[in-house]
C-alpha cells in the first residue's frame, strides 16, 4: 500500500495549507505536543511514519513526524523537542493560533508486511514520537500481529515521552512494554541502564519478527547490533533517518543520504538499504 | 509445588546453562539461598567482595552518589549476576548494590569458588570465559550509556 501524498491535501506540495492550533501539552520539559486542525477541519489521512513540514511565518520551516492516531485523520499530531530557532518559536504556539503544514511526506513503517509476526517496537527518546502511530494501529489491529512488543530508553525517568500511555499500555496483557533510562533518583523503581540490554531478553522470535527503531542515530546503531545479535535479519529491521531539509519532495537534494533522499526515499528505510551508510565506530 | 535444588536452577539460567553438570554441582557447593528486603544493600562500595549472586526474583540497583545525590546506573534482574569483582585483586565492590523491592538470590561464596577454579583449571577458565563475557558487556554497556543515546 503507497502512504498518501501530499497533493491529497493541498494544491502543490510546496505550498503549505494553514493550520489552527487546537490544544498544545507539555510531555517533559523541552518536549510539548500540538493538535492541529488543517484548514476549514479537512481530514488529514497520513501512514505512521510519515512527517510534515511545519512552517511558522517568518521563522522557518522544519520536518516534524506525525505521532497521532493514523485512524483518526480528523485532527494532526505532532510531538517536538526544542532543540533550535524553528522548534523554540514552535513551542511559544497557543491554541488558536496559525502555522503552514506541508505534507505527508515520506515512507511508511511497514504495518501491513509485519502481519502475521511478532513485532518489537524499539524507540529511544524523542524517538516514540514517530512510532506512537505504530503502535496505535497495532492495538487497534491486535488480532492481526503475534506477539507485540514495546521498548522504550530515555536519558532519566523526567525525559520519558507519553508516560501515561506507556503505563495503559503496559497494563495490557496482550502487549510487553519494557521500560528503561540511563540514570535514575531513588525514587525510580523501574528498568536502569541502556537500552540495548533489554533487546536479549524481549519476548519475540528472531526468525520471525520485523523490528522498527527510531531514535538518535547512535542509539539505532547498537540496537541494531543488539538486534544481529540475537539472530534478526537486516531486512527485516526498520529504521527511521533524519537529515535537514528543504523542499521535501526530493528536488534540493538537502537530505540526500548516499544515494537516497531522506524526504522521498525515507524517512523509514529497511535497514539492508543502508546498512553500508551506518557507521559505528569502535567503541 | 516442586522445590528446585541450586543445581537444577543453575542449569535453567542461560549464564551457567551450559556448564558440565559436574561443574553446577561444583558451584552449588559454594551456594545458598538467600533473601534480601527492599532497600537492604546486598554490596557495598569499597568493602570485601566476599560473594557473587545470581538474582532469583527482585531487581537490585546498583548506585553511586554524585554531587551529594544518589543515581541508580543499572539495574540487574532475574536471571542475571551480580558481582564480578570477587574475580579480580583488590577484590572490593565498585559500586553499592541495593534491593529495589523484595530480592530472592542465591549467593557464592567468592573464596570457595576461587579455591575451586584454582584446584581445577578447565573449570577455574569455563567460569572466567562467563565472566569475561559478562565483564565485557558491562563495560560495552556503560561506554553506551557514556555516549549519551539520546542527546
Ligand atoms: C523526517 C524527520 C522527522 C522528524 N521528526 C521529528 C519529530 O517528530 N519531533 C522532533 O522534535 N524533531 C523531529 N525531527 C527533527 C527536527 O526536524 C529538528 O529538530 C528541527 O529541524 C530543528 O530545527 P530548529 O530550527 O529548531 O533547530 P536549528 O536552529 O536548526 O538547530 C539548533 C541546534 O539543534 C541541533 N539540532 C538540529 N536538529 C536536531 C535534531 N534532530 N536532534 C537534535 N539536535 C538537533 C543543531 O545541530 C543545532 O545545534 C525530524 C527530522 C526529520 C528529518
Ligand atoms: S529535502 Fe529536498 S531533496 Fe529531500
Given at each position: 500500500?503507497?502512504?498518501?501524498?501530499?497533493?491529497?491535501?493541498?494544491?502543490?506540495?510546496?505550498?503549505?495549507?494553514?493550520?489552527?492550533?487546537?490544544?498544545?501539552?507539555?510531555?517533559?520539559?523541552?518536549?510539548?505536543?500540538?493538535?492541529?486542525?488543517?484548514?476549514?477541519g479537512r481530514p488529514f489521512p497520513f501512514a505512521p511514519g510519515q512527517f510534515n513540514m511545519l512552517y511558522l511565518f517568518g521563522v522557518g520551516e522544519v520536518p516534524i513526524s506525525i505521532s497521532g492516531d493514523p485512524d483518526d485523520p480528523s485532527k494532526l499530531t505532532h510531538t517536538t523537542r526544542e532543540v533550535g530557532?524553528?522548534?523554540?518559536?514552535?513551542?511559544?504556539?497557543?491554541?488558536?493560533?496559525?502555522?503552514?503544514?506541508?505534507?505527508?511526506?515520506?515512507?511508511?513503517?511497514?504495518?501491513?508486511?509485519?502481519?502475521?509476526?511478532?513485532?518489537?517496537?524499539?524507540?529511544?527518546?524523542?524517538?516514540?514520537?514517530?512510532?506512537?502511530?505504530?503502535?496505535?494501529?497495532?492495538?487497534?489491529?491486535?488480532?492481526?500481529?503475534?506477539?507485540?512488543?514495546?521498548?522504550?530508553?530515555?536519558?532519566?525517568?523526567?525525559?520519558?515521552?507519553?508516560?501515561?500511555?506507556?503505563?495503559?499500555?503496559?497494563?495490557?496483557?496482550?502487549?510487553?512494554?519494557?521500560?528503561?533510562?540511563?540514570?535514575?533518583?531513588?525514587?525510580?523503581?523501574?528498568?536502569?541502564?541502556?537500552?540495548?540490554?533489554?533487546?536479549?531478553?524481549?519476548?519475540?522470535?528472531?526468525?520471525?519478527?520485523?523490528?522498527?527503531?527510531?531514535?538518535?542515530?547512535?542509539?539505532?546503531?547498537?540496537?541494531?547490533?543488539?538486534?544481529?545479535?540475537?539472530?534478526?535479519?537486516?531486512?527485516?529491521?526498520?529504521?527511521?533517518?533524519?537529515?535537514?531539509?528543504?523542499?521535501?519532495?526530493?528536488?534540493?537534494?538537502?537530505?540526500?543520504?548516499?544515494?537516497?533522499?531522506?524526504?522521498?526515499?525515507?524517512?523509514?528505510?529497511?535497514?539492508?538499504?543502508?546498512?553500508?551508510?551506518?557507521?559505528?565506530?569502535?567503541? | 509445588?516442586?522445590?528446585?535444588?541450586?543445581?537444577?536452577?543453575?542449569?535453567?539460567?542461560?549464564?551457567?546453562?551450559?556448564?558440565?553438570?559436574?561443574?553446577?554441582?561444583?558451584?552449588?557447593?559454594?551456594?545458598?539461598?538467600?533473601?534480601?528486603?527492599?532497600?537492604?544493600?546486598?554490596?557495598?562500595?569499597?568493602?570485601?567482595?566476599?560473594?557473587?549472586?545470581?538474582?532469583?526474583?527482585?531487581?537490585?540497583?546498583?548506585?553511586?552518589?554524585?554531587?551529594?545525590?544518589?543515581?541508580?546506573?543499572?539495574?540487574?534482574?532475574?536471571?542475571?549476576?551480580?558481582?564480578?569483582?570477587?574475580?579480580?585483586?583488590?577484590?572490593?565492590?565498585?559500586?553499592?548494590?541495593?534491593?529495589?523491592?523484595?530480592?530472592?538470590?542465591?549467593?557464592?561464596?567468592?573464596?570457595?569458588?576461587?579455591?575451586?577454579?584454582?584446584?581445577?583449571?578447565?573449570?577455574?577458565?569455563?567460569?572466567?570465559?562467563?565472566?569475561?563475557?559478562?565483564?565485557?558487556?558491562?563495560?560495552?554497556?556503560?561506554?553506551?550509556?557514556?555516549?549519551?543515546?539520546?542527546?
Amino acid at each position: 500500500m503507497q502512504p498518501p501524498t501530499p497533493l491529497q491535501t493541498a494544491a502543490h506540495p510546496m505550498t503549505p495549507v494553514s493550520g489552527r492550533v487546537l490544544r498544545r501539552r507539555w510531555e517533559t520539559d523541552d518536549t510539548f505536543t500540538l493538535d492541529i486542525e488543517v484548514a476549514g477541519g479537512r481530514p488529514f489521512p497520513f501512514a505512521p511514519g510519515q512527517f510534515n513540514m511545519l512552517y511558522l511565518f517568518g521563522v522557518g520551516e522544519v520536518p516534524i513526524s506525525i505521532s497521532g492516531d493514523p485512524d483518526d485523520p480528523s485532527k494532526l499530531t505532532h510531538t517536538t523537542r526544542e532543540v533550535g530557532v524553528v522548534t523554540r518559536a514552535m513551542r511559544r504556539l497557543r491554541p488558536g493560533d496559525t502555522l503552514g503544514v506541508r505534507g505527508p511526506f515520506g515512507s511508511a513503517w511497514p504495518v501491513s508486511e509485519a502481519e502475521g509476526r511478532d513485532v518489537v517496537v524499539i524507540a529511544g527518546g524523542i524517538g516514540l514520537a514517530p512510532l506512537r502511530p505504530v503502535v496505535y494501529h497495532l492495538m487497534r489491529h491486535r488480532l492481526r500481529y503475534n506477539r507485540i512488543v514495546i521498548l522504550y530508553g530515555a536519558r532519566s525517568p523526567e525525559d520519558i515521552l507519553y508516560a501515561k500511555e506507556l503505563g495503559q499500555w503496559s497494563a495490557r496483557l496482550d502487549v510487553e512494554v519494557l521500560v528503561t533510562v540511563d540514570r535514575a533518583a531513588r525514587r525510580w523503581r523501574g528498568n536502569v541502564g541502556v537500552i540495548t540490554r533489554l533487546i536479549p531478553r524481549a519476548p519475540f522470535d528472531p526468525e520471525n519478527v520485523v523490528a522498527m527503531v527510531c531514535g538518535p542515530e547512535i542509539m539505532m546503531s547498537f540496537t541494531v547490533l543488539e538486534l544481529h545479535r540475537r539472530g534478526v535479519a537486516s531486512e527485516r529491521i526498520h529504521v527511521s533517518m533524519e537529515r535537514n531539509m528543504k523542499c521535501a519532495i526530493g528536488l534540493c537534494g538537502h537530505c540526500q543520504y548516499g544515494p537516497h533522499f531522506i524526504c522521498k526515499d525515507g524517512p523509514v528505510f529497511r535497514f539492508d538499504a543502508v546498512e553500508d551508510l551506518f557507521r559505528v565506530r569502535e567503541f | 509445588m516442586k522445590i528446585h535444588t541450586i543445581p537444577e536452577i543453575l542449569g535453567e539460567v542461560p549464564f551457567f546453562r551450559d556448564l558440565k553438570p559436574e561443574y553446577r554441582e561444583f558451584l552449588a557447593g559454594c551456594a545458598r539461598n538467600v533473601h534480601f528486603k527492599a532497600g537492604e544493600f546486598l554490596l557495598l562500595a569499597g568493602k570485601k567482595a566476599t560473594h557473587f549472586y545470581l538474582i532469583r526474583e527482585g531487581h537490585v540497583a546498583l548506585e553511586m552518589e554524585a554531587g551529594n545525590k544518589v543515581f541508580s546506573i543499572q539495574t540487574i534482574g532475574e536471571g542475571q549476576i551480580l558481582g564480578w569483582s570477587w574475580l579480580v585483586p583488590p577484590y572490593t565492590w565498585h559500586y553499592d548494590a541495593r534491593a529495589v523491592e523484595p530480592v530472592s538470590a542465591i549467593s557464592f561464596d567468592a573464596k570457595c569458588v576461587r579455591e575451586k577454579c584454582e584446584k581445577d583449571p578447565v573449570f577455574g577458565y569455563e567460569l572466567l570465559k562467563r565472566f569475561s563475557r559478562l565483564i565485557a558487556e558491562r563495560l560495552m554497556a556503560t561506554r553506551i550509556q557514556m555516549a549519551d543515546l539520546y542527546q
